[in-house]
T-cell receptor, first 113, second 113 residues
Framework: EAGVTQSPTHLIKTRGQQATLRCSPI?????VYWYQQALGLGLQFLLW???????NRGNFPPRFSGRQFPNYSSELNVNALELEDSALYLC????????????FGPGTRLLVL | GENVEQHPSTLSVQEGDSAVIKCTYS??????FPWYKQELGKRPQLIID?????GEKKDQRIAVTLNKTAKHFSLHITETQPEDSAVYFC????????????FGAGTRLTVKP
């Protein structure tokens, strides 16, 4: 069984640009979660999608947005990039609606210069 | 909403000693408590989980205990080895919010050879 995949593995942008990160969940999983992990710190919850709908949103500004496609893959968009957006962005998928094990992807490391 | 607190933030033990990490949660309706291990540069991976209908679960050198009355659960690692060095995260669902998982801030465990 293939795990959660993310692309790209690394992304370098400059301030003010936009970044698009992609995630493919494990086959059969309908929930996709996005987290931001700054260097050496914890997992900050960004967004949760299930069945194409945004179910919950963390305490991040509106320039962080995303969507989930009919095949359950997901995209995270970050507009007007700021230096402090530099972090590892982790995607996770889960087979059920909330409250179950999340399986993480390898992450996309975003560097904003 | 659910508030998950994790202690300690850092833990250093000698190889062969035991390590204990504790998490407290606030929502008494929470019913699923996973623990994740994140090695340096890698994704978080589930190492053990427990549901609210049991008080303890063990898998070789790792165990998790749950005290529903006190609303805390703990990860126990016995006979620690250098490869146990990693960041460990606990999590608990927020039943009032579609069971969205809430992660603790993480514990950086260092096992000295």
């Amino acid at each position: 069984e293939a795990g959660v995949t993310q692309s790209p593995t690394h992304l370098i942008k400059t301030r003010g640009q936009q970044a698009t990160l992609r995630c493919s969940p494990i086959s059969g999983h309908t929930s996709v979660y996005w987290y931001q992990q700054a260097l050496g710190l914890g997992l900050q919850f960004l967004l949760w999608y299930d069945e194409g709908e945004e179910r919950n949103r963390g305490n991040f500004p509106p320039r962080f947005s995303g969507r989930q496609f009919p095949n359950y893959s997901s995209e995270l968009n970050v507009n007007a990039l700021e230096l402090e957006d530099s972090a590892l962005y982790l995607c996770a998928s889960s087979p059920l609606w909330g409250g179950e094990t999340q399986y993480f992807g390898p992450g996309t490391r975003l560097l904003v210069l | 909403g659910e508030n998950v607190e994790q202690h300690p933030s850092t833990l250093s033990v000698q190889e062969g000693d035991s390590a204990v990490i504790k998490c407290t949660y606030s929502d008494s309706a929470s019913n699923y408590f996973p623990w994740y291990k994140q090695e340096l540069g890698k994704r978080p991976q589930l190492i053990i989980d427990i549901r609210s209908n049991v008080g303890e679960k063990k898998d070789q050198r790792i165990a998790v205990t749950l005290n529903k009355t006190a609303k805390h659960f703990s990860l126990h690692i016995t006979e620690t080895q250098p490869e146990d060095s990693a960041v460990y995260f606990c999590a608990a669902p927020e039943p009032s919010n579609n069971n969205d998982m809430r992660f603790g801030a993480g514990t950086r465990l260092t096992v000295k050879p």
